[in-house]
């Protein structure tokens, strides 16, 4: 989780799985972390037989599961669900508790479709574009919103290409770009499209777009100067110099060079961490 909890209720021998951010918990106070820290991402399928029957057995809190499984079969709001466990162990202060409730009850008020945006948005942000990618296609599927707000399903799809440049597919990243710029003109969205045709390294389709949208030499220039500015601050150039450096020098003989081995083995723990389930 990145940071040391303090519990003071006992410890569960088996963890129980949150599969939205592929976590395992193991405490009362764990699990009360993860409310906090994730309140946007937690659907009504939270309330569920299943974590009322770990709450009782493998954390012994039969009362607390006892009265999670009331607000269950009663057909209880989510926000009643989560404010039990919030209180069960005093991990979290009253101020905290009443605005994870009202913004649970917030959320309750809002249609499948603002949710659905909320959660993709927070998917982004936290860098599980996988997720991300699967609510924003969500959002798209429901064609009827989106029809009422062209600009809306413009951003929706524009977001959609960022996560996919987040994972390197930069034609299909260039593809949502292009699509959100013709239903929202941003030309921010114009900018990231020829961005990822850059990247993709398809310089003819590049000078294509950049007739077909009257992009001036001026407007290339400058779109040209923030992309080597973002590569030469994230350091792009020069790993993929480094990349190029290691994979001459290793000669074939990949499986030997140590320190080209170890740098693809961090590229692929992170690339694994983005595509997280």
Avoid at 58 to 69: V, W
Avoid at 134 to 157: A, Q, W
Avoid at 229 to 251: F, G, M
Avoid at 254 to 260: C, D, G, H, T, Y
Wanted: glycine share 4%.
């Amino acid at each position: 989780m990145g940071e040391l909890i303090l519990c003071s209720h006992p410890i569960a021998a088996m963890p129980y799985y949150i599969d939205n951010i592929s976590l395992n918990v193991y405490s009362l106070e764990e699990l009360c972390y993860y409310i906090e820290n994730h309140l946007y991402l937690i659907e009504a399928d939270f309330m569920s037989e299943e974590l009322c029957l770990w709450i009782g057995q493998e954390l012994d809190e039969k009362d607390l599961a006892q009265s999670l499984r009331s607000v269950l079969l009663g057909n209880g709001s989510l926000s009643d669900f989560t404010e039990l466990i919030l209180r069960s162990c005093g991990y979290c202060s009253e101020d905290t508790i009443r605005h994870i409730r009202s913004v649970l009850l917030d959320m309750q008020n809002k249609s499948v479709f603002e949710c659905s945006k909320i959660r993709a948005d927070r998917y982004m942000e936290s860098e599980k574009y996988v997720k991300a990618i699967h609510e924003y296609r969500k959002l798209l599927g429901m064609e009827e919103e989106c029809k009422k707000n062209p600009v809306l399903e413009g951003n929706i799809r524009h977001n959609l290409g960022t996560a996919c440049a987040g994972l390197f597919l930069f034609d299909e990243a260039a593809a949502n770009f292009l699509n959100a710029y013709r239903l929202n003109r941003n030309r921010e969205s114009l900018a990231a499209c020829m961005a990822a045709c850059r990247l993709a390294k398809k310089t003819d389709i590049l000078k294509k777009y950049k007739e077909e949208f009257h992009v001036s030499d001026e407007a290339f220039k400058s779109m040209s100067d923030q992309w080597n500015s973002v590569l030469k601050s994230e350091d792009i150039l020069k790993k993929q110099s480094e990349a190029e450096h290691l994979i001459k020098d290793a000669q074939g003989q990949l499986e030997e060079n140590k320190p080209l081995m170890e740098q693809i083995r961090k590229w692929s723990e992170a690339y694994k961490k983005s595509c997280r389930l």
